[in-house]
């Protein structure tokens, strides 16, 4: 049977529904679609990826001059100056000393490579028993089977089992659920506690403000690895390189991708700290940890990272995101008396706004095609409207996303 889009297979895309819309070009801050329909993307290109907008010519221009001097070696055994440099680059601006850097090519690899990372470990130091991991509800780790097993979105799951071993789910933000999980499970057990510093695609959920360095506290006292997910909360979209930085935690393992290329080229990677690589390490030369992608650390991937860094840097783009991400939080806060509205949440360049509701997801798609047809994308989830926009919006960007969000909603209050 042919779906909508021929022999296209969509991801998290009904295969049975209608025909989506097809989007063809990008330019600064706005897509256009087939139609020749021109959208504010208030998404970074509709999962929080394309950080500087779409269109940046002169990442097009080094990527296509790295291909023209070097289009592929890997690097099993071997090196290139690109993925040299990147690796530099990136672990000069994590927190503490994760200065270990591992190129993926998305974020689902980048968790599985931390999972695997963290298990290794305790194998490297003679406590193999210790190979569980703790992670939270709501909390989303990718799609591969490490990820789908720490994930705590059930509907990642579902249909998928059996799943990685070892792998328990706590309230989030719970901090004493987290420590009752710990001792009833025994540290002797656990790898790892893996989470985002904020939870991005369950719902946009910051933590409280020291829920963090209580979890870091709590891993150092149970000798338990801490893995932080910064897929989505990498790379300035908080208002800091890092989440890290932000919350004042420096994890053991964390693992990066989107903004890590703007999206430009697809790349992750997974970055440790002096402790958990210096135990793999052996004078001998064997491989210690036997893994990795053909792709890892591919020339053009690392050339549109570099640029990245570049631009951020020269624009001032994690200031300007702190700058502009308080003023989208004191905007959305605007809409939580819409009688819609069930609540509204949010840090930095993230933000949430639930419906009311049982049932939500179908005013939340209707909402979401309103806003379109007005000219502006967020995102639909099941229960809310997701907006995270590149951080080369404006304050009169925000305000047009907002204002045109606050118009649809109380249309449907």
């Keep these: 049977m042919r779906s909508a889009t021929g022999a296209l297979w969509m991801p998290f895309t009904s295969a049975g529904g209608s025909t989506p819309p097809v989007v063809v070009a990008g330019d600064g801050n706005y897509v256009v679609t087939d139609d020749g329909t ?11 990826c394309v950080i500087l907008g779409h269109g940046r010519t002169e990442i097009a ?26 690796a530099e680059a990136v ?18 690899e980048a968790v599985e490579t ?25 909390g989303y780790h990718g799609m591969n089977f490490g990820g789908i097993s720490v994930g705590g979105l059930t509907e990642n799951r579902a249909g998928f089992g059996p799943l990685l071993e070892g792998c328990t789910q706590v309230p989030a933000h719970d901090i004493g659920a987290l420590e009752r999980e710990l001792a009833y499970r025994d540290p ?33 006292r149970n000798d ?57 390490v052996d004078p001998q030369g064997s491989i210690e940890l036997m893994h990795g992608y053909t ?68 005013l939340v798609a209707e909402a979401q095609r309103r806003i379109q047809a007005a000219g502006v994308l967020v995102r639909a989830q099941a229960d809310h409207l997701g907006i995270y926009p590149p951080f080369t919006f404006t304050p009169a960007e925000v305000d047009r996303v907002v204002d045109t969000a606050g118009t649809v909603l109380g249309e449907l209050s």
Aim: aromatic share 8%.
């Design 295 to 362: 792709y890892s650390g591919h020339p053009a991937a690392c050339t549109a990272g570099l640029k990245v860094i570049e631009i951020m840097e020269r624009e001032e783009l994690v200031g300007h995101s702190r700058q502009t991400g308080r003023h989208l939080q004191e905007r959305i806060g605007t809409l939580a008396s819409l009688p819609a509205v069930a609540e509204v949440r949010g840090e930095g360049m993230l933000a949430a706004v639930e419906l009311r509701g049982d049932s939500p997801a179908p």
């Design 188 to 220: 002797s057990t656990i790898a790892a506690v893996i989470m985002e510093p904020v939870q991005a695609a369950g719902g946009v959920f910051p933590p409280p403000e020291d829920y963090l360095c209580q979890v870091r506290a709590m891993c150092d």
């Design 224 to 280: 338990v690895l801490l893995v932080l997910d910064e897929v989505v909360c990498g790379f300035g979209r908080l208002g800091h390189w890092f989440g890290g930085h932000r919350y004042g935690v420096v994890p053991d393992i964390m693992t990066t991708a989107k903004g890590l290329t703007s999206a430009y080229v697809p790349m992750g990677a997974a970055v440790a700290g002096n402790r958990v690589h210096d135990a793999f």
């Design 91 to 108: 672990a000069a601006r994590a927190p503490g000393d994760l200065d270990h850097v591992f190129f993926t090519n998305s974020g689902s």
């Design 38 to 48: 021109r959208l504010l993307d208030a998404t970074a290109g509709g999962v929080a």
């Design 61 to 86: 221009d080094a990527v296509a001059e790295q291909l023209r001097t070097l289009e592929y070696h890997c690097l099993f055994g071997y090196s290139h100056p690109r993925a040299r440099e990147l």
């Design 114 to 138: 931390a999972l695997k990372m963290a298990r290794g470990y305790w194998r490297r130091v003679g406590q193999g028993s210790k190979t569980g991991f703790v992670s939270l509800h709501r």
